[in-house]
């Protein structure tokens, strides 16, 4: 959602249209880091300027904040986590309750993040009884929030199970029975599909779960959300999570602008940039596709230790392969023999690791390169050979370009995949996955590697 949001006018004629009670529930997972500042989670704002607002997001330090204004404009609440959100491939259950008819100010706004109540800096607790504004001149708006001068921020990320709750005439959902449950195969907190909350009249449920329509309302209430931008359903969700490209562990050197939830890697100079998936493995066989957009690109495997040297890309290391546009096969910044073709813009890559023989494979448009096949096992008919002992990522850069990863998801940035190829075993990529090779994600790691 990195330049889209949800958004809908809200309607509420009760309490002349104000609530002093609500809870906002959703699994979040961050692409972007401090360097995008100001990151929008949700906001209820009167036009575009800073009067009867609430806005909740994450500032340049990677804290989550919430904060509330008057009819004026005037600062009524804020509140800043200690608590610092830094993982990227990570999803975050974020449980935020507001109830200012609470007689302990500090009880009015409570911040809780996978099951741990948070501690917090630069506090203005909310006042007595302080209405949120919800009549028909206030929009509701998911995934973005307006600073005091109408700057759109954008929340750069992947959101699953979405509430947003005003209970005026209900219980106080409960944050660790209502939204959540555990896992009983896998030990990992997960999402209730179906929680039993009473859903105020301008309440929402957004599952994210039907793809031509991702603003659907699921609480009853008919709430539901029109799209502005581009907003993709993918496979990446709480309870099995897909790689990403990593934000945090980088050439030292690399300017890369990671983008559409970090699958996205732009070089706007002449230098490599460069981004890595967010999973690194030494065993198993695993499969991911790569679609160059424009220039100077390359994509293959690397050595993730050797992830921060200085000025990387990804064939430039002693443990890296990578397979340029222009044909040819990098290790360790020279050539390697073998046949391979060309590519342009709109070609997809292919890359299949094989770590129980270690060896690699490389496809074009789904026709394996140096008469390639990965199915051949320790034979290693058409493969590179893999340094052994490693945890290899895959990687993907560009020099004054930019090229998109699929890991799973079934895009290539903000476009899909065309038809989705064979063996994806619940994953979707654009040609068929070879028999044996799997999705990085965390129930593929867990079974395969």
Not at 229 to 243: E, L, M, R, W, Y
Not at 272 to 291: C, D, M, P, R, T
Request: with cysteine; hydrophobic share 30%; net charge negative.
């Amino acid at each position: 959602m990195a330049s889209a949001f949800l958004h809908r006018t809200m309607d509420r004629t009760a309490d002349s249209g104000y609530t002093k009670k609500w809870v906002c529930s959703t699994w979040l997972k961050i692409s972007n880091l401090g360097s995008v500042a100001n990151k929008g989670l949700f906001s209820i704002q009167k036009g575009s300027t800073s009067n009867s607002r609430l806005n909740v997001g994450f500032d340049s330090g990677d804290k989550l904040w919430v904060e509330t204004k008057d009819s004026t404009g005037n600062d009524d609440a804020f509140k800043a986590t200690d608590m610092l959100f830094r993982d990227p491939n990570a999803w975050y259950h974020i449980y935020i309750k507001y109830d200012s008819t609470e007689s302990t100010a500090s009880d009015r706004l409570i911040i809780i993040v996978n099951g741990v109540e948070q501690t917090y800096n630069n506090v203005n607790e909310v006042s007595s009884n302080f209405g949120i504004l919800m009549d028909s001149s206030v929009d509701f708006r998911v995934g973005i929030y307006r600073t005091n001068s109408g700057t759109i921020r954008y929340m750069d990320g992947q959101y699953s199970h979405f509430h947003f709750i005003n209970y005026e005439d209900g219980a106080t959902p409960d944050p660790y029975t209502d939204f959540g449950e555990t896992d009983a195969s896998t030990g990992i907190w997960i999402p209730k599909t179906s929680p039993s909350v009473t859903y105020g009249d301008q309440s929402v449920f957004l599952k994210f779960d039907n793809s031509a329509n991702m603003g659907l309302d699921s609480s009853g209430q008919s709430n539901n959300l029109t799209t502005s931008g581009t907003v993709i359903q993918t496979k990446d969700t709480p309870s099995n999570v897909h790689a990403s490209g990593n934000v945090i562990v980088k050439g030292a050197s690399s300017q890369t602008t990671a983008s559409n939830i970090a699958l996205t890697a732009t070089s706007g100079q002449n230098s490599w940039e460069i981004l890595s998936s967010s999973f690194a493995v030494n065993s198993g066989k695993w499969y991911a596709e790569f679609k160059m957009g424009s220039n100077q690109v390359e994509c293959g495997i690397m050595d993730i230790e050797q992830m921060t040297t200085s000025d990387i890309y990804p064939g430039s290391t002693s443990r890296g392969f990578g397979y340029r546009n222009n044909g040819d096969v990098y290790k360790g910044g020279s050539g390697q023999s073998g046949t391979f073709a060309s590519y342009t813009a709109g070609d997809i890559i292919g890359v299949a690791m094989d770590m129980t023989n270690n060896k690699l494979y490389l496809s074009k448009n789904g026709t394996w390169q140096n008469s390639g096949d990965p199915t051949s096992g320790s034979t290693g008919t058409g493969a590179l050979s893999i340094d052994s002992g490693y945890n290899y990522c895959f990687v993907f850069a560009a020099y004054n370009g930019n090229i998109s990863a699929n890991f799973g998801n079934g895009q290539f940035g903000t476009s899909n995949i065309a038809s989705a190829g064979s063996n994806g075993n619940g994953s979707l990529f654009e040609y068929d996955v070879p028999t044996g090779y799997y999705a990085l994600n965390t129930k593929n790691i867990g079974t395969q590697s």
